[in-house]
């Protein structure tokens, strides 16, 4: 039995990696959060113990392994992107391997400062790659790793996941806090997109604002046009009208992806993965976290060459700047 520690508690992911912590039949020592609505541990370690001071959880991990001899195996984190750098090499200092929420981190650089930190502590940096393990995922890496080797897909990636206002007064709504939209929805979709269609040749900016994206990737294998959105009038109107808000559509040459479930228990296998020492690591999340980054510095063109269609829709103000 592994030992786990958890920061992060209170977010919405954290269910998932309790879940995936006790599916591994594994421990969760201790947890920590500067919010205390984290009842939701009772249903997975009812006996863990909490912490809302980083310097008290610390202390506590090190009384378990010194006073205790109970040594700290792993720290999943779910905190704001821009904290995850940090948490990880909290987790490499504390002795254990780190299990990383997306993205990773928001800059290139920060990943080579990660990788000589593993080659010191000689602990592990892994990655919730989750949609690596989705089947419709493997099914369409195996279909192109199998098709001629000259064959260019083309591919349309809509996203589209409606927030009301509480993102912009969040975290999420802090470009240098999230990396912005591209960044904070986007990321494990580029990742997809790297895994099965290889390096990118291109990368085009055509909108960018609060609420929206787009823009064009070229891949080894692959032309594709992304459209990404949390704002819930650009969804289609059959999908409002079924009281939706959520749409994810990938269309492989034309052909509609079946992607709509097959979601649940993503994270288990990820940490079954780590747990067996072949998880997703640094060099794994490297080229996703290099395209958001030039996502988020480049400045978008506007609607020229291949484009979204979704870009065409409206704009709209910021909703705390409508006057």
Same mark, same amino acid.
């Given at each position: 039995?592994?030992?786990? $520690?958890?920061?992060?508690?209170?977010?919405?992911?954290?269910?998932?990696?309790?879940?995936?912590?006790?599916?591994?039949? %594994?421990?969760?020592?201790?947890?920590?959060?500067?919010?205390?609505?984290?009842?939701?541990?009772?249903?997975?370690?009812?006996?863990?113990?909490?912490?809302?001071?980083?310097?008290?959880?610390?202390?506590?991990?090190?009384?378990? !392994?010194?006073?205790?001899?109970?040594?700290?195996?792993?720290? #999943?984190?779910?905190?704001?992107?821009?904290?995850?750098?940090?948490?990880?090499?909290? $987790?490499?200092?504390?002795?254990?391997?780190?299990?990383?929420?997306?993205?990773?981190?928001?800059?290139?650089?920060?990943?080579?400062?990660?990788?000589?930190?593993?080659?010191? %502590?000689? !602990?592990?940096?892994?990655?919730?790659?989750?949609? @690596?393990? /989705?089947?419709?995922?493997?099914?369409?890496?195996?279909?192109?790793?199998?098709?001629? =080797? *000259?064959?260019?897909?083309?591919? *349309?990636?809509?996203?589209?996941?409606? =927030?009301?206002?509480?993102?912009?007064?969040?975290?999420?709504?802090?470009?240098?806090?999230?990396?912005?939209?591209?960044?904070?929805?986007?990321?494990?979709?580029?990742?997809?997109?790297?895994?099965?269609?290889?390096?990118?040749? @291109?990368?085009?900016? /055509?909108?960018?604002?609060?609420? @929206?994206? $787009?823009?064009?990737?070229? &891949?080894? =294998?692959?032309?594709?046009?992304? &459209?990404?959105?949390?704002?819930?009038?650009?969804?289609?109107?059959?999908?409002?009208?079924?009281?939706?808000?959520?749409?994810?559509?990938? !269309?492989?040459?034309?052909?509609?992806?079946?992607?709509?479930?097959?979601?649940?228990?993503?994270?288990?296998?990820?940490?079954?993965?780590?747990?067996?020492?072949?998880?997703?690591?640094? #060099?794994?999340? =490297?080229?996703?976290?290099?395209?958001? /980054?030039?996502?988020?510095?480049?400045?978008?063109?506007?609607?020229?060459?291949?484009? /979204?269609?979704?870009?065409?829709?409206?704009?709209?103000?910021?909703?705390?700047?409508?006057?």
């Amino acid at each position: 039995m592994k030992n786990f $520690a958890l920061i992060g508690l209170a977010g919405y992911i954290a269910p998932r990696h309790l879940k995936a912590i006790k599916d591994t039949n %594994s421990n969760l020592l201790a947890a920590l959060d500067k919010f205390d609505s984290v009842g939701v541990i009772d249903s997975y370690f009812p006996n863990a113990d909490f912490f809302v001071e980083a310097e008290r959880f610390d202390r506590y991990l090190e009384m378990l !392994k010194y006073d205790k001899g109970v040594q700290l195996d792993y720290m #999943s984190i779910c905190t704001p992107n821009y904290l995850h750098d940090s948490h990880i090499r909290m $987790a490499l200092r504390r002795g254990a391997d780190a299990i990383c929420e997306k993205p990773l981190v928001l800059n290139p650089w920060n990943i080579d400062a990660l990788e000589r930190m593993e080659k010191e %502590s000689g !602990k592990r940096v892994w990655n919730i790659l989750q949609l @690596r393990e /989705h089947e419709s995922i493997i099914a369409l890496k195996k279909k192109v790793d199998q098709s001629p =080797r *000259d064959k260019v897909f083309d591919v *349309d990636l809509t996203y589209l996941t409606s =927030r009301g206002s509480w993102y912009y007064t969040s975290w999420k709504g802090d470009v240098s806090k999230s990396g912005g939209i591209a960044t904070n929805i986007g990321v494990h979709f580029y990742d997809m997109l790297s895994w099965i269609f290889g390096c990118v040749k @291109r990368n085009v900016v /055509h909108l960018h604002t609060h609420d @929206r994206a $787009a823009g064009f990737l070229e &891949f080894e =294998r692959a032309r594709v046009r992304w &459209f990404l959105s949390i704002n819930y009038d650009v969804l289609p109107e059959n999908i409002k009208k079924k009281g939706q808000r959520t749409y994810r559509s990938i !269309k492989i040459e034309g052909e509609e992806l079946e992607f709509s479930s097959g979601f649940t228990d993503l994270h288990t296998r990820v940490y079954e993965g780590v747990l067996n020492g072949c998880g997703y690591g640094l #060099s794994d999340s =490297r080229q996703a976290i290099e395209i958001v /980054h030039e996502i988020r510095n480049t400045e978008p063109i506007g609607l020229k060459g291949d484009f /979204h269609p979704f870009a065409k829709k409206e704009l709209v103000k910021h909703p705390f700047y409508k006057n």
